[in-house]
């Protein structure tokens, strides 16, 4: 079985979020299954550099503007098709813009779409794909080439990362797409009186899946459907949430080179070193109170608003904090505020950093992630893997992913983390009172943090998932 995957970005070489964690982690997981996956990418700089010596596979005189080729190349252990698209991808700055989105993303997306789909009908040409996978909206034209293109009735499937992002443009770019004219239509492409580049693929392709079933129920009512609830009933029974797993190799806190101290289940006392590290990084006066972290975009999506209203109530519930990220430049300056305020007990680091990422799973005591929808969540997963206890919202993949310690879960000893309402301060302040509570009872909290590195959260049983519904696409076709 051989499967072409489309993402337009991909761990180690770009990322931005967990779509790259996925994307850089599937091939790995698919092989043993019995499937090739090679990942068609843009490329961008990172990904040229890493990609040098590769084999030229296609040639366009003018992809959108532009000549464009498709380059074969093995690349940090995956196999890659790079859409080489100077005028498309080799810039610097962001993968999305700088900033402001770039105002080219339609083209540079239906480019790699495009590429996609051409690959998909005739081959890379000595390597023939079965199934495409198309990974979010800047992949999803994809199937929609193919629908109305060469191959109607090419197995496709696209991946729903987050139901937010949807690749939503003007109307008048629809002639330069390349597409015949009956697709601008509400069975094609349109999309309230623009072009839906999600849309369009959840419309074309065979399969649609997220990654989480408890997204895959939410994302078909209003309240999370972002206007997509109605196409997503619609297609209904090919709407399937398959969790994600990690790369447990990357992420293994017996073997981390990013770690002060390695450490297992049997071990974790060797956390104490880690911890040590975290406070000197996050100018926290060492102590014995419980240190929760956020490693996350500073966003609305991620509930760092309701964070930064409860930061004072927070650092009087007996907790420190530090924090890792950026994004909303508002955010990013009221939780700085916040950090100021508890000099000491409360540090934020703004900005990306995998190591600082790595060390505080592996040095902190619980995750904070307040967030009001969370497609699946891998932070919460990491932190299952460190022995660093979540403290998750109850939404999406954070309810599938976390066994919430009421007094039941304690007692039974399958408590994992612990839960609470989203998008509500008081909810968020209770669970942190939870959590210091029970890091004080040190038994417990050591169960809890063993119990969590018991959880399977390895790529196995959703890698063979996404087997059996490729070779489902393929005896239909
Ligand atoms: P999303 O894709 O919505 O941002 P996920 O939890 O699916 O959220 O994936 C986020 C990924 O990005 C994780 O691998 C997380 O460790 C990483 N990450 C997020 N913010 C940062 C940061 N500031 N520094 C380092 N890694 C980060």
Redesign the pocket.
Known sequence: MKVLSVASEI?PLV????????AGALPAALGPLGVEMRTLVPGYPAVLAAAKGGRKARAYADLFGGGAAVVEAQAAGLSLLVLDAPHLFDRPGGLYGNGADWPDNWRRFAALARAAADIAADGAPAWRPDVLHAHDWQAALAPAYLRYGAAPRFPSVVTI??LAFQGHFPASIFPELGLPPQAMSVDGVEYYGGVGFLKAGLQAAGAITT?SPTYAREIRTPAFGMGLDGLLNLRGESVVGIL?GIDTEAWNPAADPYLAAAFSARTLGARARNRRTVEERFGLEPGGEPIACV???LTW??GMDVLAGEFDRLLGAGLRLAI???GDRALEGALLAGAARHRGRAGI?V????E??HLM?GGCDAIL?PSRF???????L?ALRYGCVPVVARTGGLADTVIDANEAAVSAGAATGLMFTPGNGDALADACGRMVELHGDRRAWAAMQRQGMRADVSWGRSAARYADLYRSLVSKG
């Open positions: 761990q990322k931005t979020g967990g779509l790259a964690d996925v990362h987050n990654v994600n490693i996350s975009r999506q991620k890792l990220g950026s680091v900005g990306y950093d995998e600082l990422a799973q992630l969370e497609p699946c969540g891998l932070t919460q990491y």
